[in-house]
């Protein structure tokens, strides 16, 4: 959700039963183990009370367990539109970002954009692109009769990456310090340009094993067996 909302009360503008609606929607998505991101407001510098009037970024009951995210300048520091640093979970790419030539659709798309909400549509689609790495690792020990060990990516690591829990952790390892408290920019370029130099000189090769291990390597370094056990556990709740 790379938006937000400003819950208003006033007479001209009450819209307090659309923020209830609202509410109940990422509530009933959380409830569901669904993968949530949103974007900060982007109101700058303020004070809680304010934050809190924003949604779905201050969604009570549920902050918890949503990704809020945030905005990153090229330097890697936080972008000062953001507001309160400490209420977001991970910053990634939001100033003057450009879309790819290939994927350029309308005029407009020339402009570079900026801006949490860019941020958000990143965080969602590096998520995605965790997924698939799962599953894909997941399919390659199947086909190798690994399926029932523990140790390897399995239909389990599967399910488990899809929970809030487990997808924090891998955004965790991808970050620069693994700590969020300390730094919440998530450094993709690093943590995939090793396995990047590989995939590229085995697709020269064209060495289908080679890039199914490697795959299946960068899986299980995203999802830990206690994150796998801990979402198994809670699906079986």
């Known amino acids: 959700m790379s938006w937000t909302v400003q819950k208003t009360n006033d007479e001209e503008n009450d819209n307090t039963e659309d923020i209830k609606r609202l509410e109940t929607a990422i509530k009933s998505a959380v409830d569901q183990k669904r993968l949530v991101f949103c974007s900060a407001p ?3 510098s303020t004070n809680r009370e304010v934050l809190d009037t924003y949604y779905p ?20 520091s936080m972008h000062s539109w953001v507001g309160a640093p400490s209420s977001v ?7 003057n970002v450009e879309i790819r030539e290939e994927d350029k659709i309308h005029e407009q798309d020339d402009i570079p954009k900026t ?25 390659y020990n199947f086909y190798n009769g690994k399926s029932n060990d ?16 487990a997808m924090r952790e891998a ?3 991808i970050s620069s310090s693994g700590d969020k408290d300390k730094d919440r920019r998530i450094e ?22 080679q890039k199914w291990t ?24």
Do not use: M, W
């Open 42 to 44: 982007d109101i700058g």
């Open 57 to 76: 970024f201050s969604c009570p009951g549920v902050s918890d367990s949503i990704f809020k995210i945030g905005a990153a300048k090229a330097d890697g």
């Open 89 to 95: 979970d991970f910053i990634l790419p939001g100033h």
């Open 115 to 139: 801006g949490s909400s860019v941020a958000t549509a990143l965080a969602a689609g590096l998520a995605a692109l965790i997924i698939h790495c799962v599953r894909l690792g997941a399919i």
């Open 150 to 165: 523990p140790t390897v990516v399995n239909k389990s690591s599967v399910v488990a990456i899809k929970q809030f829990a």
């Open 171 to 173: 955004f965790l390892k």
């Open 188 to 209: 993709v370029e690093s943590f995939f340009d090793g396995p990047g130099k590989v995939l590229n000189a085995v697709y020269e090769k064209d060495d289908a094993k």
């Open 214 to 237: 490697q795959i299946t390597d960068i899986a299980r370094d995203l999802i830990s067996s206690k994150a796998v056990a801990k979402a198994v556990a809670i699906q079986r709740h």
